[in-house]
């Protein structure tokens, strides 16, 4: 899976999607311009040890990124993450290869890049009582059910105790 983050703002969001990313073997795309350098601490901070794992890529615009990403790539998808569409995130059929782009914190994706892909605007349900949810976790609701439609593919999928064992549900 590939995220794409159209001109981030917040450091801290970023550094907890890209710690997200490293979790779940994502490329992160980050569209310029960026509202902090990616040597800051606050994005070091957020994304703790785990910045130096992540397949980050940068763009000048979202010109390029579509150039070196979607035009020779015809099966992948990007699908467009915005309180303005008209379908839900759980609609989309997400594809292995697939970009789910998410706006900046302030504005979300410009209407401009919007009206392109109709077809595969997504937006995660919620109440009118607030403009949209924070970046981090919007990119996880929907990360993790594009995951989840490819059955979690190379992920880890069961844990285990540190000092104990399991023993049918009962801890020893």
Not at 63 to 71: G, I, P, R, S, Y
């Amino acid at each position: 899976m590939n995220i794409v983050l159209y001109q981030p703002e917040i450091p801290a969001n970023t550094g907890n999607i890209g710690r997200t990313c490293v979790a779940t073997g994502t490329v992160l795309h980050l569209i310029e311009p960026l509202g902090f350098r990616l040597t800051g601490k606050e994005l070091r901070r957020a994304g703790m040890d785990y910045w130096e794992h992540l397949d980050v890529r940068r763009y000048i615009n979202f010109e390029e990124f579509a150039v070196k990403n979607l035009a020779g790539n015809p099966d992948a998808k990007i699908w467009m993450a915005t309180t303005k569409a008209k379908k839900a995130y759980t609609q989309a059929q997400f594809g292995a290869d697939d970009f789910i782009m998410f706006g900046k914190e302030s504005a979300g994706i410009p209407e401009e890049i919007l009206v392109d892909y109709e077809d595969t605007c997504i937006r995660i349900p919620m109440l009118d009582k607030i403009r949209s949810l924070n970046l981090s976790n919007s990119v996880s609701i929907v990360l993790y059910e594009a995951l989840r439609q490819q059955d979690f593919a190379g992920m880890q999928m069961e844990g285990a105790l540190h000092h104990m064992e399991w023993k049918d549900g009962i801890i020893s």
